[in-house]
């Protein structure tokens, strides 16, 4: 816990734009960011292993961390075929061509005899062979706004039959928040008061009041065995207001089951599944005018995730008691996540 405090003490109710690592290659600093989390990668591990564990002793699992960026989660498979006492063969599948010179590096400092480099986009690569199980870190924090549905569904193309993927399941969680601190510092974040008032922004909340409980919200599922796959996501949610109070805005959570009953969570109710995890913050999704409410009112929301001309973005409203708010990012005219 306390790695995790001063980690984020100084991003108490400090915005931040989501990350567009699709359309953005990663900066050298994020990935070393994102590998300080040691609870994170531990949980990998044993879901990793457990899936190893699963199967025969005397076969060789074909294992692809697809989006391996600097290759956390390549080390954490070598560890978990140790644990397991299983032989793997491995790809690690990377697009940034930076993070790949590390990779490749790695590979013969840290004798990586059984992992082989693949410098490409995991939704158009070939795989030369079909793979056993497939791990990806490609969650943001409102579970699919890095758009891993997108990417693991272009990559499930060369997970065998029966394979599996890791992490298998995630949801998105969301409830009506009060704070004026965070109302405010929108303001100034982009002169165009729309524009700023329709985009999410990921934010460690601090001086914030829940008027309910999370709910969830998305949930994506993955190999998608689904006929037709279709990512767009339509959830309408009642929360009644535990006080009286002002709505600023929605704050939006996440779990994820990586394997069996290994999980992570960065939803306040279930903090406990991986506690002291700190490589995502909440996601924070501005009302354009704030809404009153009382004690036992209804809180309405209404989510959207739309996907059209190589675009992901959302759209939410809110309502008091049946009188509605206006539906934001309509079109993604203000915010949307590049494919």
């Known amino acids: 816990p306390d790695a995790k405090a001063a980690f984020e003490a100084p991003y108490l109710d400090y915005l931040q734009a989501p990350l567009q690592p699709l359309m953005d290659n990663l900066e050298s600093q994020t990935y070393e960011t994102f590998e300080q989390d040691p609870v994170k990668y531990e949980r990998y591990e044993v879901a990793i292993a457990h899936a190893l564990a699963d199967t025969p002793a005397s076969k060789e699992s074909v294992v692809m961390v697809v989006g391996a ?98 992490p298998c399941k995630y949801t998105s969680f969301v409830t009506p928040i009060s704070s004026s601190k965070l109302w405010n510092e929108v303001k100034g974040v982009d002169a165009n008061a729309v524009k700023g008032y329709e985009t999410p922004y990921v934010v460690r909340l601090h001086q914030i009041f829940s008027f309910a409980r999370p709910q969830p919200c998305f949930t994506f599922d993955h190999p998608n065995l689904d006929p037709v796959i279709d990512n767009k996501r339509y959830h309408q949610m009642t929360f009644d207001a535990v006080e009286d109070g002002v709505v600023h805005g929605l704050a939006g959570y996440f779990d994820s089951v990586l394997y069996a009953d290994t999980c992570i969570s960065i939803n306040p109710e279930t903090l406990d599944l991986s506690p002291g995890m700190f490589s995502w913050f909440p996601i924070f999704f501005p009302l354009r005018t704030p809404l009153h409410v009382r004690q036992d009112d209804k809180i309405l929301v209404c989510f959207w995730r739309q996907v059209g001309g190589g675009k992901v973005w959302y759209e939410w409203a809110v309502a008091i008691n049946d009188t509605w708010g206006p539906i934001h990012n309509p079109n993604g005219r203000s915010y949307w996540i590049g494919l």
């Open 69 to 166: 960026g600097r290759g956390p989660l390549v080390r954490c498979a070598l560890r978990a075929a140790k644990k397991a006492d299983r032989t793997i063969r491995m790809f690690a599948v990377e697009k940034n061509p930076n993070a790949v010179i590390t990779l490749r590096n790695m590979k013969v400092s840290e004798k990586w005899d059984n992992v082989t480099i693949v410098s490409s986009d995991m939704r158009v690569w070939k795989a030369p062979e079909p793979a056993d199980i497939m791990v990806s870190e490609l969650l943001g924090s409102f579970g699919d706004n890095e758009l891993s549905p997108e990417c693991l569904d272009g990559a499930q193309s060369f997970l065998r039959e029966g394979g599996v993927s890791i």
